[in-house]
């Protein structure tokens, strides 16, 4: 357990906060590129507790300005997307994508006042599906060279969805690779063949036996953390009666991202980004290393589960994420239907908006969340003294040299786990259709 004052730095996002310092000296996902595209470009944007509008001009360029209205707070959100930029209805104030005001037709003819006005603006970039916004000071960084950013579009598919909870307990879910034996289990068994786009339900490794069970019969993983230059390597082992060993790699790309296996085809690289200091986003970016991404049938699957235009679940606490304790007795652990989204989404939620880290006792399996405060913890050190070359990514790495993660399962007979890791994750990148080499 942590003290009250150190879970308040740890989780706070706002401008000036110990956390939200160090978040915004990465890029941030800001939207889905579907968001634009759905009626006029014009989308509020709620990110580490700012309140934006994300617009596109008539040149076709993104601009990520202030929600507010510089002159009387008026909602820009309602602006008219006109002249190359967005326009206020009260007073017909102008601005372009540089949050510069460039026309104040109810001031007096000749008036240079507008030269003064400028309101807030961030650098966007789209890539693979989502809008990025940097937030911080000094100029963006490179991104790093990540499988979900350097795979052509047609190979990455990207969704998002609204966690009411903090972004912290939502990470940290994803750095717990026990939970996947309980809150994830199915007690039967479907048809890995029927699992296309969905998660745990493929094959395990390269063997016949479905991850499913693999989960469910052993639920004690010997966990292993090590420092990388993008965060940290999880490697969570499980050793068959057999002899054999199921081998899973996942990681946390600091600050808020995670990479994890979905299935032999793709991966999952996922942002658990704070909207503000109660409410996240998860953004992920579904890579394949084999066919082309159907995203007609990932983006239906989604949206079956969501309501835009928030991409709120539609399962969620008001109606008890659909618990059914006749389907707990006899098919899932949680009662809360397959869709394993559901049951991390209640696992984060139900701690509370932020979850009361007082009272906490972390176990030998919550190793990797351990190591991740440690260095959230030495990121907030160097932030707050100014030195933000000392950051992970920025600390003498360029972040153009960080590929991969490596992320996969396997099974071994031996015990050379991270050689065979890497391994079978080289044979998958050398059949690749795109570079997938690291
Ligand atoms: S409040 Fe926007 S122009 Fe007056
Ligand atoms: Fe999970």
Redesign the pocket.
């Known amino acids: 357990m942590i003290s009250q004052e150190q879970n308040d730095s740890l989780t706070r996002v706002g401008p000036g906060s110990d956390a939200g310092s160090v978040l915004r000296q990465y890029w941030q996902p800001a939207a889905l590129s579907d968001e634009l595209m759905r009626g006029r470009p014009v989308v509020p944007v709620r990110l580490l507790g700012e309140d934006l509008v994300l617009f596109r001009d008539s040149q076709g360029e993104l601009g990520l300005i202030s929600r507010h ?1 510089p ?4 909602d ?1 959100c309602f602006g008219r997307l006109e002249d190359n930029g967005l326009r ?1 209805p ?4 102008h601005f372009d994508r540089t949050g510069q005001c460039v026309e104040q037709p109810g001031e007096p003819e000749g008036s240079r006042m507008h030269q003064q006005i400028k309101t807030a603006s961030y650098p966007v970039v789209e890539r693979n599906g989502i809008v990025w916004a940097y937030m911080g000071v000094g100029a963006p960084p490179a991104f790093p060279n990540l499988d979900c950013f350097r795979a052509p579009e047609t190979h990455v598919f990207a969704f998002k969805g609204l966690w009411e909870c903090n972004w912290l307990q939502a990470l940290e879910v994803g750095i717990d690779p026990a939970h996947a034996s309980f809150l994830h289990r199915f007690l039967q068994d479907e048809d890995p063949e029927a699992g296309y786009g969905k998660q745990f339900r493929d094959k395990a490794g390269n063997t016949e036996m479905p991850m499913t069970k693999l989960l469910r019969d052993y639920p004690r993983p010997e966990i292993h953390v090590e420092d990388t230059d993008y965060g940290l390597r999880l490697t969570a082992l499980r050793h068959l009666d057999d002899g054999r060993t199921h081998v899973r790699v996942t990681n946390q790309i600091f600050p808020e991202a995670i990479c994890i296996p979905m299935s032999r085809e793709m991966t999952i690289t996922q942002w658990h980004v704070p909207v503000d200091d109660e409410t996240c986003y998860w953004y992920s970016m579904f890579t394949s290393f084999d066919k082309p991404v159907d995203k007609a049938v990932m983006r239906d699957q989604r949206l079956r589960e969501h309501r835009l235009p928030d991409y709120a679940p539609l399962k969620n606490a008001r109606n008890n994420y659909g618990y059914d304790p006749e389907e707990q007795a006899k098919e899932t652990y949680t009662g809360m239907g397959l869709d394993i989204n559901v049951h991390d989404q209640w696992a984060v939620e139900s701690m509370g908006r932020i979850q009361d880290r007082t009272q906490e006792h972390l176990g030998k399996t919550d190793v990797g969340i351990i190591r991740f405060r440690r260095k959230l913890r030495a990121a907030i050190a160097a932030a707050k003294a100014g030195q933000f070359a000392e950051l992970p990514m920025k600390n003498g790495t360029d972040p153009a040299a960080i590929f991969g993660p490596v992320c996969n399962d396997s099974i071994i007979a031996d015990s050379d786990w991270a050689g065979a890791g890497a391994l079978s994750d080289a044979e998958r990148r050398a059949g690749c259709p795109w570079d997938a080499r690291v």
């Open positions: 209205c002159h009387r707070g008026a820009l206020c009260f007073h017909g104030w």
